[in-house]
T-cell receptor, first 113, second 115 residues
Framework: QQPVQSPQAVILREGEDAVINCSSSKALYSVHWYRQKHGEAPVFLMILLKGGEQKGHDKISASFNEKKQQSSLYLTASQLSYSGTYFCGTEEKGSGNTGKLIFGQGTTLQVKP | DAGVTQSPTHLIKTRGQQVTLRCSPKSGHDTVSWYQQALGQGPQFIFQYYEEEERQRGNFPDRFSGHQFPNYSSELNVNALLLGDSALYLC??????????????FGAGSRLTVL
């Protein structure tokens, strides 16, 4: 079952913060976050493997609540380059660590000057 | 180091025809997954190949088939094309890393239009 992302779209000014949420009805082994710009391949941002784990990438960080099957992506002090569509990809427990990801519908982020 | 390369980048077919898409994985990666991405949607898992065999399959009909070669490259074949098969087809390669995780590297995709 496809995870649900919220919000569907967000518009920010440079320097503002944003949070993107991803919620699944399945028990999860991992959550992966990707960013895709128009006409380009999805680009890997980070992976979260354990409950409560947080990871960071520059000013982008994420958390994973294994018990609630939820993950959140935090973008702080947004830059123009952050614009794009963000996807969470969930790997269900029992999938054998194969990297079979089920992606959410995406959250479109637009950062304006 | 070349990443994941896919060919062709764009193609147009008519209903009922067959198409073959190709993918060369990133160096060092042994697993290839195929995804279908409709406009405005997230990628949908088609299937995954590992050790030249289909390891996992998503909810796609048998018209979708694939192959993995000894050099880890892969093909996706779609028979009896339907208008609804029009989409961006993404190939992703990976390997099981020291953290026991497969992190996907995507290619730029093959844009298929069915008329």
């Amino acid at each position: 079952q496809q995870p649900v992302q919220s919000p569907q779209a967000v518009i920010l000014r440079e320097g503002e913060d944003a949070v993107i949420n991803c919620s699944s009805s399945k028990a999860l082994y991992s959550v992966h976050w990707y960013r895709q710009k128009h006409g380009e391949a999805p680009v890997f941002l980070m992976i979260l493997l354990k409950g409560g784990e947080q990871k960071g990438h520059d000013k982008i960080s994420a958390s994973f609540n294994e018990k609630k099957q939820q993950s959140s992506l935090y973008l702080t002090a947004s830059q123009l380059s952050y614009s794009g569509t963000y996807f969470c990809g969930t790997e269900e427990k029992g999938s054998g660590n194969t990297g079979k990801l089920i992606f959410g519908q995406g959250t479109t982020l637009q950062v304006k000057p | 180091d070349a990443g994941v390369t896919q060919s062709p980048t764009h193609l147009i077919k008519t209903r009922g025809q067959q198409v073959t898409l190709r993918c060369s994985p990133k160096s060092g990666h042994d697993t290839v997954s195929w995804y279908q991405q409709a406009l405005g949607q997230g990628p949908q898992f088609i299937f995954q190949y590992y050790e030249e065999e289909e390891r996992q399959r998503g909810n796609f009909p048998d018209r979708f088939s694939g192959h993995q070669f000894p050099n880890y490259s892969s093909e996706l074949n779609v028979n009896a094309l339907l208008l609804g098969d029009s989409a961006l087809y993404l190939c992703a390669s990976s390997f099981l890393n020291s953290f026991r995780a497969n992190v996907l590297t995507f290619g730029a995709g093959s844009r298929l239009t069915v008329l």
